[in-house]
């Protein structure tokens, strides 16, 4: 199967041709006795966490909790050029002189994670003057207008190609056939496919899922109820999320009294913490696949006049001033938002005929009780993340929207 993403070939079949991935019904199941850890990454429903996705490998689970404790390679002061145990691969075939055009593939900027990145990418091109053209496409979270969007830009005279897929099995088609035009990196998201050049990504799903998932049970009383919200199906990143947070709560004595699909928006998520309150009378912790939400879940206790359970959210400020500021029982899992300097970095590297790693694992840091004073950054607005890696860009912190001082 493919380096990247063999996990979702079990899931492609699933998935019409240049169409998103249909919505799974939400699980709201009555708990079973927990589960081994071997039980739960197959066929188990224990806990109420209902099947296993079909994205999940439990030797990529094994793998990314390993590289939790592992120290990464690269310029300490530098986590965007890190990498967890690389496999560098040449790439002398594609060396050529410069300037260079790079081309960019985005699957959205429709969140404030994805924007924060965004940010940043342009910063990085900006600090390369071997870049002679830098074009990019938005394909407005959309895998029709991305698979389009890539297509149009194998016709540009593109030096490399980077993608950040929409969606994991319907980008693959598109991005095999731009790998026979064109080097190309994919960040963020995976694909079905060896083609690109080098694969970059945090540790990736498994770790952060599962960093929020023992944290709950380290927190919330055996027996306890937990609601887990996700934002979308379909999504590898996300599915790994999800899966290795199934594995910790079916091996605990946790109670995973709801599974809802939030689409990321702050109001849907906050009706549907207020239902679960209203309905069970006590949610012992909550557990979110990415945290851009996590304020409005902890304002639907605060409204119903109940204590705010253990929760988890993401470097993202609002969450991480809120946390301060009502002395939460959290912690907060990351996807960096630095990994967003890197493609830039891998693709120049490429075009230069130097090695990259085969799949470029970057750190991915936690966010602690113990550490979160210096995440916390009261000169950035609301919805900036913590990871930018941004700090040492021309144009920090205007540019990202904080203030100097």
Not at 104 to 122: I, L
Not at 169 to 179: F, I, M, Q, Y
Not at 366 to 393: Q, R
Request: net charge negative.
């Amino acid at each position: 199967m493919p380096r990247h993403k063999a996990a979702a070939a079990a899931f492609a079949a699933l998935v019409l041709a240049g169409c998103t991935t249909d919505k799974p019904a939400a699980t709201t199941q009555p708990a079973a006795p927990a589960a081994s850890a071997q039980e739960s990454g197959t066929e188990a429903q224990d806990s109420g966490t209902g099947a296993q996705s079909k994205f999940f490998v439990q030797a990529d689970f094994d793998a990314q909790l390993a590289m939790r404790s592992q120290t990464p390679e690269g310029p300490a002061d530098k986590p965007w050029e890190q990498a967890i145990a690389p496999k560098m691969i040449d790439t002398a075939t594609y060396k050529k002189e410069g300037p260079y055009h790079l081309c960019f593939s985005n699957a959205a900027v429709n969140n404030p994670w994805r924007q924060v990145g965004w940010k940043t990418m342009q910063a990085e091109v900006g600090l390369h003057k071997e870049i002679g053209k830098f074009t990019a496409l938005d394909a407005e979270g959309k895998d029709d207008k991305q698979i389009s969007d890539i297509a149009e830009l194998q016709v540009k005279g593109c030096d490399a190609l980077i993608v950040s897929p929409n969606t994991t099995a319907t980008l693959t088609p598109a991005v095999t056939a731009a790998c026979g035009e064109v080097p190309v990196i994919v960040f963020d998201r995976g694909v079905e496919t060896d083609c690109p050049v080098t694969f970059i990504k945090p540790i990736g799903g498994y770790a952060f899922g599962a960093d929020a998932a023992e944290f709950l049970v380290e927190k919330v009383p055996a027996g306890g109820k937990v609601l887990a919200l996700r934002i979308l199906p379909g999504v590898d990143v996300l599915e790994t999320r999800w899966s290795a947070a199934k594995v910790v709560f079916d091996r605990s004595g946790l109670q995973v009294v709801g599974v809802e699909f939030t689409d990321g928006d702050a109001a849907k998520t906050k009706s549907i913490v207020s239902d679960y309150i209203q309905r069970h009378g006590k949610i012992d912790g909550v557990w979110m696949d990415s945290g851009a939400t996590a304020v409005a879940a902890i304002e639907a206790f605060e409204d119903a006049g109940v204590p705010v359970p253990p929760i988890n959210g993401e470097d993202q400020q609002d969450f991480l001033q809120k946390w301060k500021d009502s002395n939460l029982t959290a912690v907060a899992p990351t996807y960096p938002t630095y990994q967003w300097r890197t493609p830039i970095i891998a693709a120049l590297k490429i075009l230069k005929g130097e090695e990259v790693p085969e799949t470029w694992n970057l750190p991915q840091p936690k966010v602690t009780s113990e550490n979160l004073s210096t995440y916390l950054k009261p000169n950035m607005p609301p919805l900036h993340y913590a990871l930018c890696g941004c700090e040492d860009l021309p144009g920090f912190p205007e540019a990202w929207g904080g203030k100097k001082g």
